[in-house]
RNA sequence: GGCCCCGUCGUCUAGCGGUCAGGACGCCGGCCUUUCAAGCCGGAGGUCGCGGGUUCGAAUCCCGUCGGGGCUACCA
């Protein structure tokens, strides 16, 4: 059998970190399996969805990777066939039509709660005579739903779960004004699209059942469920867009890449014994949803952050230079030809120090920033006095011996310097790296002046020297 | 309220009758060292939610209990 999995958002928001999980499973089952990974925008409720929010989803898969197989189907486009199969189940007797008010429905739950029975539609229309329709009212389609038995789902993560017939009430399935609901949309798209596998939340875990009785009712097959568990916010409920819950698209702009979404993402929830650091092509391998845990996870933006470290030393230098330079510019500093070849030159050490685009981008300001160098506090207390005359004794040595300009040869003279002016190496050092950098921190010192360049390191000494900068 | 799911260090997890309950993130300390990272080494942190069973032996099986979550719409 070929595996079709489909990732299947409601367009009423970005496409948050929960979603990302899921299309991010079903591509991988796909995968994994030579099939097929399908999208489809579930946009039924008009109200609701809107195409900024289409817009993010795609944006968001793009993103991370997730490419569909096929172009996205929208689910509104298929209402008509929707609705020739809830006509269907009308003429098999499998589905009814119920003329009930919604004052009617409110007047039915509150009496059910009163008397502390389960809220539920009490079939009223069920058998009643359609004669006795009250005139000028438009009525929904309900199922019929079996009223013994039990519904069984064998889910491929949750295991057996069984629910009572009784349990599950006649739900509507096109509303009066003739549109389907979620409940008979996905049924039908599932099967129209040729669906193998439903990969989702498991907060339609209950869904399941009720689907289950719509594809019986149509005479179809059932296709495999497999129900992950949510992802929690660190309150520990449901992530939700309104909880302060983010878009991927917050996670792009944050600086976090997205192999290491994917890395961590998919640890969420899933295990492949003791490996974390889990490259695309092993995912691919090993995926199965036998590795899916039961238990909700929490986010954890400390681990996300890890894992990007990690990937992001694994970038080429090219690389880190494209996309860190609009965030240079965005931070007000353009970025020459000049800037590029200083950025490319130095980018081994500054990744190695850096855990997202953003810090990097902060952290390699000092190559492409105008001189007079800004000086962070700790750079401020390095060019003491005692720090300026030792740069003064440095930038004539560095004249005056001129030695070559590379990393060795740079260390070799410094060191000798430190030790003709008898102070510890660190006590030179320090100095030059504030005034090369306008920082107390920064990569290794010799790396930086090669990638500077002898002009642009001799201007700086003297900024510092002479205290301007 | 009803139904369904879940419960191992702070967090993510490994574990599937016999392990000193392992790893990762975070945290602490050390080494390295021109700063900071990285790397390496070491440490603290879990009576496996709780209570009963079953068993020679349970995180692992059963029952109960508590806690958390989800669903209960003419939303998806």
Known sequence: MTVITRFAPSPTGFLHIGGARTALFNWLYARHHGGKFLLRIEDTDRARSTDAAIDAIFDGLDWLGLVPDEPPVHQYDRRERHAECAMRMLA??????????????????????????????????????????????????????????????????????????????????????????YMLSVVVDDHDMGVSHVIRGDDHLNNAFRQAQVFAALGWELPAFAHIPLIHGPDGAKLSKRHGALGVAAYREMGFLPEAMRNYLLRLGWGHGDDEIISTEDAVRWFDLDGCGRAAARFDLDKLTALNAHYLRLRDDDELVDLVVPRLEAMGHPVDATG??????????????????????????????????????????????????????????????????????????????????????????????????????????????????????????????????
């Open 92 to 181: 098999e007797g499998r589905a009814y039509r119920c003329w009930c008010s919604q004052e009617e429905l409110e007047a039915m739950r509150e009496r059910a709660r009163a008397e502390k029975r389960p809220v539920r539609y009490d079939g009223t229309w069920r058998d009643r005579d359609p004669a006795e329709a009250p005139p000028g009212v438009d009525p929904v389609i309900r199922i019929k739903m079996p009223r013994s038995g039990e519904t069984v789902i064998d889910d491929r993560v949750q295991g057996r779960v069984v629910v009572q017939n009784d349990e599950l009430d006649d739900m509507v399935l096109v509303r009066a004004d003739g549109s389907p609901t």
């Open 340 to 469: 590029q070849a200083r950025l490319r030159a130095g980018m081994g050490g500054l990744k190695q120090r850096a855990r997202r685009l953003d810090d990097l981008a902060e952290a390699a300001v000092f190559y492409v920033a105008e001189r007079p160098l800004a000086l962070d506090a700790k750079a401020a207390k390095l060019l003491d006095d005692d720090g300026r005359a030792r740069l003064a004794d440095y930038r004539a040595a560095l004249v005056g011996d001129a030695p070559a300009f590379t990393q060795e040869a740079l260390e070799a003279h410094a060191r000798a310097v430190a030790e003709r002016l008898g102070v510890g190496f660190g006590k030179l050092a320090q100095p030059i790296r504030a005034a090369l950098t306008g920082r107390g921190v920064s990569p290794g010192l010799f790396e930086v002046m090669v990638a500077l360049g002898r002009d642009e390191v001799l201007a700086r000494l003297d900024d510092a020297v002479a205290g301007r900068a």
